[in-house]
């Protein structure tokens, strides 16, 4: 079987190199460096060391992938001649793209990719700055940063920024994380004598040194909750601990489940009416009044040791990735009412659901009544026990409404409230039909009422009147020109 032997030149000085790379460097097989950009290439060329080198290609070729691809054929079309050797910068399996195609292709074309243990640039990089990995840190690719996530909760090593217009494009990005003051390390050629530069600087002056060059990293330490410029979702959870601390705050700390309900009603409601007056400020701030109660549910259920907020994005995203399998899976849908029955069969089969007494069961009790009821008629309607026309569904409203005022009569209490019950039901199936949501119908009447009767009073006030001074007929002039205005 045909052999590429992969090795790491290390960080960048001959004293990095292992005992296997320089041995296999003398071997007899044929070498190939990605780069002759690389410090280490000094030492290969004192003790004779013959290659070839890939620079040209990068000339070459259009975009970094074109380079990585070329590169990998040019070395399986090598290896099926004769084993070789392929050296990298630093350690061959971190931020090296090529090597990662290259055990990716040679699996599939037969050639045996063996890659060797090497020091890599983060060996040399953490004593520069005096870190300790098992602190941890991400590690970031200055190509990726578009598709990569900075998380400012641990420290952030950002390599291959090879120069001040890669510098500038990865400033920006940090900036969407980090203050524009933050204090950032940059470091050059770390661990190689002659050339090693370190220097912290606050994060707007990156792209002003005019030393940056191909063997530049950067370190971004940790920051605090208290240093942050923008939070995340992490940050959010680590916060609310914080309060529920025994030294947290005393009003968070006596909460529970049962003491927060209201509080959850009430931040739903405010979504809704931010929603209502298209103020995207306003909501905004609502959906984070709104989150802040889930992140404390779920602190306070972490603390039982019942689930946490980990717990609750993996079943709700769980529970998306299998009600869509028309997005996720090859089953495709047309239209949005094929997208909600899927979705409504894949809910059936993950609560197994049997029956559709069962379905209206699970819908929630605390749901407003008229919401309630309207998805209960739609539970029914999906099996087909439904009114064939909206006539018919206007005939059971007059009916329902003769038989309230029948109870009236009799003068049953009792009676009268069933009877009330069934107008409203009536009235949501007339409105199911129509296609409109009962609360919201209902709701927008309510603030209709209430800028129609404020008119009303302001005009009665002009006028030197109080309202209950005055008679209907007086009152409903005002009204009809509120209606007109």
């Not at 002003?208 to 990293?217: A, G, H, P, V």
């Not at 979705?343 to 379905?359: G, L």
Request: aromatic share 8%.
């Amino acid at each position: 079987m045909k052999k590429i032997i992969v090795i790491g030149l290390g960080p960048g000085s001959e004293a990095h190199l292992t005992k296997g790379a320089i041995e296999a460097l003398k071997g007899k097989e044929k070498v190939y460096l990605r780069t002759e950009k690389h410090p280490t290439v000094s030492y290969l060329k004192s003790e004779a060391i013959g290659y070839s080198s890939f620079d040209h290609i990068y000339e070459e070729q259009s975009s970094f992938e074109e380079v990585y691809e070329e590169i990998v054929r040019v070395l399986l079309e090598s290896a099926m001649k004769e084993d070789i050797i392929y050296a990298v910068p630093g350690h061959p399996l971190v931020a090296e793209n090529t090597v990662h195609k290259l055990l990716e292709a040679g699996k599939a074309q037969g050639v045996a990719v063996v890659v060797q243990p090497a020091m890599s640039f983060i060996d040399v990089l953490l004593p520069v700055v005096g870190a300790d990995p098992i602190d941890g840190f991400k590690l970031l690719d200055a190509h990726q940063m578009e598709a990569q996530r900075p998380d400012p909760a641990v420290a952030n090593i950002i390599t291959q920024v090879y120069d001040r217009f890669m510098a500038a494009e990865v400033k920006l990005r940090l900036m969407d994380y980090y203050d524009d003051e933050e204090m950032i390390y940059v470091i050059r050629a770390a661990g190689v004598h002659g050339l090693e530069r370190v220097e912290k600087i606050p994060l707007y002056q990156l792209d002003r040194l005019d030393w940056i060059d191909y063997l530049t990293s950067l370190y971004i330490p940790k920051t605090t909750l208290t240093q942050k410029k923008y939070y995340d979702m992490n940050n959010l959870v680590d916060i609310m601990e914080r309060l529920r601390n025994k030294d947290g705050c005393p009003w968070d700390i006596k909460q529970t489940h049962e003491s927060l309900k209201p509080y959850l009603i009430e931040e739903s409601y405010e979504v809704l009416e931010a929603i209502d007056l298209q103020d995207d400020q306003l909501l905004q701030e609502e959906l984070g009044d709104l989150l802040l109660q889930v992140v404390f549910h779920s602190q306070i259920a972490k603390e039982r040791q019942a689930f946490s907020i980990e717990d609750v994005i993996q079943g709700i995203a769980g529970k998306l990735v299998f009600r869509h399998p028309h997005v996720f899976t090859e089953n495709r849908v047309n239209s949005s009412d094929e997208a909600l029955e899927t979705w409504e069969d894949q809910k059936r089969a993950e609560k197994q659901i049997e029956s559709t007494i069962e379905a209206m069961e699970r819908i929630p009790n605390n749901l407003p009544a008229l919401m309630k009821a309207y998805k209960i008629q739609k539970k029914a309607a999906a099996v087909g026990f439904d009114w064939d026309r909206v006539e018919d569904v206007i005939n059971k409203v007059h009916e329902e409404l003769l038989e309230l005022m029948a109870a009236s009569k009799e003068g049953d209490r009792k009676e009268i409230h069933n009877e009330a019950g069934d107008v409203v039901f009536a009235v949501v199936n007339l409105l199911r039909f129509y296609d409109v949501e009962p609360e919201e119908a209902l709701r927008g009447t309510c603030m209709k009422f209430m800028d129609r009767f404020r008119y009303v009073e302001e005009k009665a006030k002009e006028s030197g009147r109080a309202l209950k001074d005055m008679t209907l007929a007086e009152m409903d002039i005002f009204w009809e020109q509120a209606k007109k205005k």
